[in-house]
């Protein structure tokens, strides 16, 4: 093994111990890479001389690098994204969901967890921020649900799981970040959303059918359905009044993009603007509430871009030192084929979940898989898929698990971390069955997308 292959191992150790000891994500990239460069620039031969910097000082072409990632027309689809979310947020779209949509499924056992899966998925379709659909979930349907004798951990992992959907149904920031990434036609941010489509909704499906189930195999994870009033025009057009709106909304940003008549960039303004007309229309817009979006969308991206520096630095040194060759050598060098070898990377990125955030694993994991993967043959729309289905597990899988920070942190004090992790447990062997579905019946992901575009 040449001696940059030993920097390179170098290099990611250092940077999980950097991890392990607490170390902001985007200042660990960026001075590991940093550290790194200076360290090969003397053990290394002619090491990035021409693409990172001369002795003297000189920068190459980091800085355009840099530049690239924030003029990137792209990428202004996600700051936009993320307004349109987090002013859903506070527009009052989930408490007229959750309210209406209630009243249909009171008869059912399991109704209210239902509810809380047909909210999510529709919250998903339209805001796309985990932190805030788990949050607003949680604070909606736990209080209730704790209220009618619901099973705590049905109760906590019914919330995380939903709102985890957010990260895969589109429009998805995550999406828009493999596209980014990839960089490649046949896995573009319109054929992504297409792609991810049907399997979102297929593991929203799959939480009601094992919610059903639970709760009529298991009495005590489910009320006994009470009485509903019959369904007259009142509650008809109060539903139609939750659901149509933010529907509507849906269908001009994923529309737009499929019809041709938009980009995504142009896409994620609509939906900012529509997100602005459904909080006016909901009486929820004030200068109060529009400056503290605009406030946290800057943050939010602010922390995004932050990390996408610090990994353009590190990628650009690992790069330099070989690390391509390493990684390449790596995978080919298993003793599978090509879907084992899918499953081997995706096993890797499933762990890899338990202790780093989905933008680290996107930004610094996969440029080093996907072009190995992509010339053994493999669709690069469909393994996209199976990649971001399998991000979407690292939000409920603990020690690092965002969404099981964020449920705990609105749960009563009668809901232990415990009933959360047991709450959530089948949940994520759900979506790895929704990634089992995907692996074996490529056409879940691959259907819509030849549809709508050949």
Known sequence: MMAEHYLVIAMFSAFMTLLMLGFPVAWALAGVGFLFAVVGHILVENFLVDIWFTWGGTIGVLDRRIYGIV???????????IFMG?????SGV?????????RVFAGLRG???????LVGVL?????????ASVILLGMLSIGPMLAAKYNKGLTAGTASAVGTLGILIPPSIMLVLLADRLSTPEASVGRLFMAALVPGLLLGLMYIIYIIAASYLRKDFAPAPRDREPLGWRQIVGVLWAVLPPLGLIVAVLGSIVAGIATTTEASAVGAFGAILLAALYGKLNFSVLADSVRRTSLTTAFIFGIFIGATIFASVLRGLGGDDVIRDAIIGLPFGEAGIVLAILGLVFILGFFLDWIEITLIILPLVAP???????????????FAICLQTSFLTPPVGPALFYIKGVCPPEISTKDIYFGV?????????GLFLVFQFDELARWLPRLIYG
């Open 71 to 81: 003029a990137n027309e792209l990428m202004v689809a996600v700051p936009l994204f």
């Open 94 to 102: 989930a408490e007229r969901l959750m309210t209406s949509l209630v």
């Open 111 to 117: 109704g209210y967890a239902i509810t809380v899966v």
């Open 86 to 90: 987090l002013m859903l947020d506070r």
């Open 123 to 131: 919250l998903a379709a339209s805001t796309g921020i985990v932190g």
């Open 425 to 433: 447990a089948p949940f994520v062997l759900i979506q790895l069955t």
């Open 372 to 386: 190995v993967v992509f010339s053994l043959g493999v669709d690069p729309l469909w393994f996209s898929i199976l």
